[in-house]
């Protein structure tokens, strides 16, 4: 039964963790969440989006690094680990700041799964990314695609996911590796586009578009990628990866004619030079999550635009703008 099972959430306080978390609460299951709130980006949006949790039976929350926590200890009697914790961001990784993406992204997720040999784990889930693929010329991305990152970032994750299917192969880990391409909605990370939009939109900004907005990319509404995980919970073989897109692949220049019919504002936009580890294309070929996942994204973008400018208004707007 699910109410006798244990979930463990890592990074539980960002974006899609909080959403996670939630979901597992109503699937029945109790919930471990950890977050060391880095200082990425405000911690007070974080405390706001684990304010229901905190409130929610079957739920405990730890602040603390995972790198400096007894990880046996705290995988004791938890069945799933859904290890979303990781230093977000494609351009704040280059020069000295790749430092933490090394310590929070690959060595916290070696020392988890160090640990995870210890336990006896159903599944183990890790928030791997699009940015493993870089540019590639070759779309759909498919699985097979060759992965060239072109950030320190992808290369983070990708050691990640090396790692993930290296503890399935040699120990038994039973970790699956899902490929988030551009999650958004309500709470998405003030880094994040939409995000930006929103704001320079609300406050009277000007959009900043690096490229010709030309650039195309496959969102991902954040509750089809919570979906992703709580199918893989029960599928998917041990060191498998998967692709989670939406299947709402346009430009970035949509997007922006889409804003202004949901904000119904008109607002300045200037086109920039591309920044470092930017890719072009992203558009996910979804047929095994599809095949062994039974994965299917349901939210179109215009509707999951629209539950984010809903949200931006009623919570970024009225208490941190």
């Known amino acids: 039964m699910a109410s006798q099972e244990t979930c463990l959430v890592t990074g539980v306080a960002g974006f899609i963790g909080s959403h996670l978390a939630e979901r597992l609460l109503r699937e029945g299951y109790r919930v471990v969440g950890v977050d060391c709130f880095t200082d990425y980006y405000a911690r007070e949006i974080k405390e706001h989006n684990i304010q229901g949790l905190l409130q929610a039976p079957g739920f405990t929350f730890i602040e603390a690094d995972l790198g400096e926590m007894d990880l046996v200890s705290l995988l004791e009697g938890v069945s799933y680990v859904f290890h979303q914790a990781a230093q977000a961001g494609v351009r ?35 928030a791997s990314s699009s940015s493993v693929y870089g540019d590639s010329d070759e779309l759909p ?55 930006k939009f929103l704001r320079a939109i609300y406050t009277g900004g000007t959009i900043h578009i690096y490229g010709d907005g030309e650039q ?13 995980n709580i199918l893989a919970m029960t599928r998917g073989e041990p060191g498998s990866y998967f692709n989670i897109g939406g299947g709402s692949r346009v430009t970035v220049n949509h997007c922006l004619d889409l804003l202004r019919q949901i904000t119904g504002r008109d607002f300045p936009v200037r086109y920039e ?49």
Not at 284 to 305: Q, Y
């Open 273 to 321: 030079t591309p920044q470092h580890g930017d890719v072009r294309h992203t558009w996910a070929d979804t047929t095994a999550a599809r095949n062994e996942l039974g994965f299917c994204p349901r939210v179109s973008l215009e509707e999951g635009l629209r539950a984010e400018d809903e949200w931006f208004r009623e919570v970024i707007l009225k208490r941190f703008l």
């Open 216 to 228: 195309t990319r496959d969102f991902t509404f954040v509750s089809d990628a919570v979906e992703a």
């Open 92 to 126: 704040a990784s280059w020069g000295q700041s790749f430092a933490i993406y090394t310590t929070l992204n690959i060595l916290n997720t070696q020392k988890l799964l160090e640990a995870a040999r210890q336990s006896k784990l159903k599944k183990f889930i890790y």
């Open 141 to 195: 991305l498919r699985e097979t695609t060759l992965l060239r990152p072109v950030s320190p970032y992808g290369v983070s994750k990708l050691a990640g996911e090396h790692l993930a299917r290296l503890y399935a192969k040699n120990f038994g880990v039973p970790t699956v590796s899902l490929r988030y391409f551009t999650v958004y909605g309500p709470r998405q990370r003030p880094d994040m586009a939409f995000h």
